[in-house]
């Protein structure tokens, strides 16, 4: 279980404490206690006294349903990890101080601490207030998951026990759910290292998944005309792609853990039959989330678009389900009609090459053959990647249109900020009184003259409806400045620009990185025929080598895949709000806080599920080479010498020595088998670029937006007529 610093090894638990005892004295068992107790006192009044309230807060916050159990349970996870997080960054001094005080119970360390007040000094005299707080990051991880899991159980034990009525609300019903709780805590307990705690920390991502779904499905939808149906087919869309995205992180992840910064494989990954099962379980996920992409826009989403669109009919009418099913219909045929193209249409096969072969792509084609082979298992296989890749080029046309839009200009729109509203407010009250002088001039003369030329007929018509629009603009202003961010709005605008200044600098750095990838695989890749594919990278990568510096700080790359990944999605969510939902250059529907009809609602959904393929595209055309192998290194003699050195992983390496992700080896098989998906992503990258570009230009010399950007259009007076 344990061993001391004599090397003297306890097990199990009476083994430990007789142990400890017998070789380090009574006294050992209550190393660290008074901090110990410090740190439990203020750790559980903050976590557990603010729970209640951070619950209310995301209740009101996100306009939940409190009878809807899906609702109650993902507050009740949200508000846990809430006050752990922020009760442990209180307590971290206490955490830091007990953890001292037990080693040096048991003889680590060479400082020795006469008592708790004692060692906070020498910390902080020492190590200053940084030392104090030292650790603070994985504690937060940690403690938020353990948080989540006690308080959580425990609410659900406690009501599911008083539900039965096997017990009153009282002490005794307490106590027994405490302690079902106390037996479930192995796992959030577990090291952040171990299979288990990879799934918890799943798990907590998950919620967060769900409440950010619903809390921007809600955010945009119009309560007016919403359906339940519509807003839940919304959610889970917005889920499966948001999921579909964070697989990439974790396929990143599972192929670096496999081995050591030395290049050797870890114990567990020894065995090629583990690693293998791994690699199938992430490709399994890739199929699984992909097959509902498909599901979504082929048949749910078009289903309950057209389903909605009969809405006038009654709920169960027969007529309305037969008329949405006849439309859909359409889309699946579609989706048939791809898959027999994948199915029958003849791929490039992989050809036999005995050495002989004066092809200068043999050797790129030798180093994936053993991939491929694997990975093709039939034409089914084809058949599928087919439809996805379909599906991922329009995706990746989404990508190069909405996601280039939104790449500078989500960032800059934080920096810039808005018009004030003060100043808003005054053009208005200064255009109203001009349209009312303008107004009463026309029907003063109407009244003497009795009658206007057709021409001021058209004039006032036009002086009202603008003195309409002053009007409603004016009610939407007055609104703005009532809500708590306008007035914590000198708090909040330094948080904004920062943010907007962190993301720009994201932005920044995958516009560089994805220019120069291009510009290395117009020198350096195999051709059009072959993908535009790139066997190794010739110029330096600014992302890859932001993410081998923090690579030596455990977990800081993966934190910085997250990252890339959310904003990613954030840009193309804020290019679609900005261009509203087109077909070609003809706008269908405009996306806006609470005025999106549900149908704008479905299909802009079912646009983000392609374009989230779309930005795996994007991230394998940006960082390659960390996209494919993550943070790998092997072993390589040198010069067929007995000397070895170690080497990032590449092309070059054996596929025994290096494990490509998942992702990367689907993209390699069908870019080599289907080669025209691999040049149209490469050419649409390059638009990307140069539509990110004008972007940026155009929202530079743009004036700052008014509060009311967006919300007013003349379809809207036009309904409120």
């Excluded at 939808?221 to 339940?228: K, L």
């Excluded at 349209?435 to 030329?453: A, D, Q």
């Amino acid at each position: 279980m344990a061993t001391n610093s004599n090397g003297i090894v306890y097990r199990g638990l009476f083994g430990t404490i007789f142990g400890m005892i017998k070789h380090e004295g009574f006294t050992s068992l209550y190393g660290g206690i008074s901090p110990g107790l410090q740190r439990q006192c203020l750790f559980a009044s903050i976590r557990i006294g603010l729970y209640d309230p951070v619950k209310e807060f995301y209740t009101n916050l996100l306009h939940l349903n409190s009878q809807s159990s899906s609702s109650i349970m993902l507050v009740r996870i949200a508000s846990a990890i809430t006050t752990g997080a922020i009760g442990i960054s209180i307590a971290q001094p206490t955490d830091v101080v007990k953890v001292r005080m037990q080693a040096q119970s048991r003889g680590i360390g060479a400082v020795k601490y006469n008592s708790s007040i004692h060692a906070y000094k020498t910390i902080y005299g020492s190590e200053g207030l940084r030392g104090l707080w030292k650790g603070l990051g994985p504690n937060i991880a940690r403690n938020s998951m353990v948080n989540a899991a006690e308080l959580v159980c425990y609410d659900t034990v406690k009501e599911s026990i008083i539900a039965h009525h096997w017990l009153v609300d009282g002490f005794p019903c307490h106590f027994c759910s405490a302690f079902s709780v106390a037996q479930s805590l192995g796992m959030p307990n577990i090291p952040s290292g171990s299979i288990i705690s990879i799934i918890a920390t799943f798990v907590v991502a998950l919620a967060f998944i769900i409440l950010f779904s619903i809390y921007y499905v809600r955010k945009y939808t119009n309560p007016n005309d919403s359906d339940r149906c519509t807003t839940a087919t919304a959610v889970l869309s917005f889920v499966t792609a948001l999921l579909t995205c964070s697989l990439l992180p974790i396929d990143i992840f599972i192929a670096s853990s496999m081995k050591y910064s030395n290049g050797t494989f870890k114990e567990w990954a020894i065995n090629g039959t583990i690693r293998e099962h791994f690699e199938n379980q992430v490709l399994y996920s890739y199929y699984t989330l992909y097959s509902l992409i498909l599901l979504f826009t082929f048949l749910i989403i078009p289903f309950m678009y057209f389903f909605f669109e009969e809405k006038d009919s009654d709920l169960f009418d027969s007529n309305r389900t037969i008329t949405a099913l006849k439309y859909t219909l359409i889309f699946v045929l579609m989706a048939a009609f791809f898959l027999m193209i994948g199915a029958f249409v003849p791929l490039r096969q992989i050809p036999n090459n005995n050495g002989n072969s004066t092809n200068d792509n043999s050797s790129w084609i030798d180093k994936f053959k053993n991939l491929i082979d694997v990975l093709e298992k039939n034409r089914g296989q084809d058949a599928l990647s087919m439809v996805l890749s379909i599906l991922t080029a329009i995706g990746v046309t989404n990508v190069a249109i909405y996601t280039a839009i939104g790449m500078f200009s989500w960032p800059i729109g934080f920096i810039k900020g808005t018009k004030s509203a003060r100043e808003q407010i005054q053009d208005l009250e200064e255009r109203h009184l001009n349209n009312m002088f303008n107004i009463n001039s026309l029907r003063e003369k109407e009244r003497t003259c009795g009658h206007l030329t057709e021409k001021e007929r058209r004039r006032l018509a036009r002086l009202e409806d603008q003195e309409r629009m002053n009007t409603l603009e004016e009610q939407y202003v007055n609104s703005y400045r009532n809500t708590i961010f306008y007035q914590l709005r000198y708090l909040m605008r330094p948080i904004q620009i920062i943010f907007g200044v962190f993301v720009l600098i994201i932005s920044i750095l995958i516009w560089i990185s994805l220019l120069i990838t291009n510009v290395d695989k117009a020198f350096h890749s195999l051709g059009m025929t072959m993908g535009y594919a790139l066997p190794n990278a010739t110029y330096p990568n600014p992302i890859d080598i932001v993410l081998v510096k923090l690579q030596t700080i455990y977990p800081l790359d993966y934190i910085m895949i997250i990252i890339f990944t959310f904003v990613l999605v954030m840009y193309t969510i804020s290019g679609y709000i900005s261009l509203g939902i087109r077909l070609f250059v003809f706008k269908m529907y405009k996306i806006v806080p609470s005025k999106t009809a549900p149908q704008a609602i479905l299909i802009l959904f079912a646009m983000l599920m392609s374009a989230i393929l779309g930005i795996n595209i994007l991230f394998y055309s940006t960082f390659p080479q960390y996209v494919t192998y993550g943070n790998q290194h092997f072993v390589q003699s040198i010069n067929g010498t007995n000397h070895t050195a170690i080497f990032r992983c590449t092309i070059s390496a054996s596929s025994d020595e290096c494990t490509m992700t998942r992702m990367s080896a689907l993209l390699v098989q069908f870019f080599y088998k289907a080669w025209y998906f691999g040049a149209y992503y490469y050419w649409a990258m390059w638009a990307f670029l140069a539509i990110s570009f004008v972007s940026l230009v155009y929202v530079i010399i743009k004036p700052k937006q008014v509060v009311t950007e967006g919300l007013l259009d003349d379809d809207e007076f036009e309904e409120e007529d």
